[in-house]
T-cell receptor, first 112, second 119 residues
């Protein structure tokens, strides 16, 4: 079955880069996503990557995909206090299956 | 443009009561998804609906839970005879379509969630 794993916590200093990692098991994943959840709020799509890409950059965000190892990462450059949130990795599994499979979320804490 | 709206935002029920959670998708979206987030966990898929049809309910518990998305009005997630283990945040998402051009790209727009507490 599909499974997505993330480490639960990450703490970085303001101004440093944050790297959040994710592994998945479904080799037929077509799209992989990063969502951000702030306290008491819903999920906000940050970025996504198609499985035939290995990198995508969008302003401070860089997504790296290693399809061979089924490893996805999100790098946030120049981390700010407003980046404090829980970050979820998700994948769309089998083609035609519209559900998203989420990891447990990584809580990012910024230290001043 | 209004995003996905869910109400109520917070719902308190006693064991054995019924909970009704409502979701109004983004205007023009005909696909709705419900997810459940237990405390300190990620979101788990429950059900995927199009107007008047359930497409995938593989994540729905077999008993007490039902969902509908009528031709008119919001999508409803209904939980009968709630138990303490039903306490969670329930998120609704909507998308304009299912498959897009043969791919599975599927941007889902999430609502703020309904936080259900069962006493």
């Amino acid at each position: 079955g599909e499974d997505v794993e993330q480490s639960l916590f990450l703490s970085v200093r303001e101004g440093d880069s944050s790297v959040i990692n994710c592994t998945y098991t479904d080799s037929s994943s077509t799209y992989l996503y990063w969502y951000k959840q702030e306290p008491g709020a819903g999920l906000q799509l940050l970025t996504y990557i198609f499985s035939n890409m290995d990198m995508k950059q969008d302003q401070r965000l860089t997504v790296l995909l290693n399809k061979k190892d089924k490893h996805l990462s999100l790098r946030i450059a120049d981390t700010q206090t407003g980046d404090s949130a829980i970050y979820f990795c998700a994948e769309s599994g089998l083609k035609g299956a519209q559900k998203l499979v989420f990891g447990q979320g990584t809580r990012l804490t910024i230290n001043p | 443009n209004a995003g996905v709206m869910q109400n109520p935002r917070h719902l308190v029920r006693r064991r054995g009561q019924e909970a009704r959670l409502r979701c109004s998708p983004v205007k023009g979206h005909s696909h709705v998804y419900w997810y459940r987030q237990l405390p300190e966990e990620g979101l788990k898929f429950m059900v995927y609906l199009q107007k008047e049809n359930i497409i995938d309910e593989s994540g729905m518990p077999k008993e007490r839970f039902s969902a509908e998305f009528p031709k008119e009005g919001p999508s409803i997630l209904r939980i009968q005879q709630v138990v303490r283990g039903d306490s969670a945040a329930y998120f609704c998402a909507s998308s304009p379509s299912g498959l897009a051009g043969g791919s599975s790209y599927n941007e889902q727009f999430f609502g703020p969630g309904t936080r259900l507490t069962v006493l």
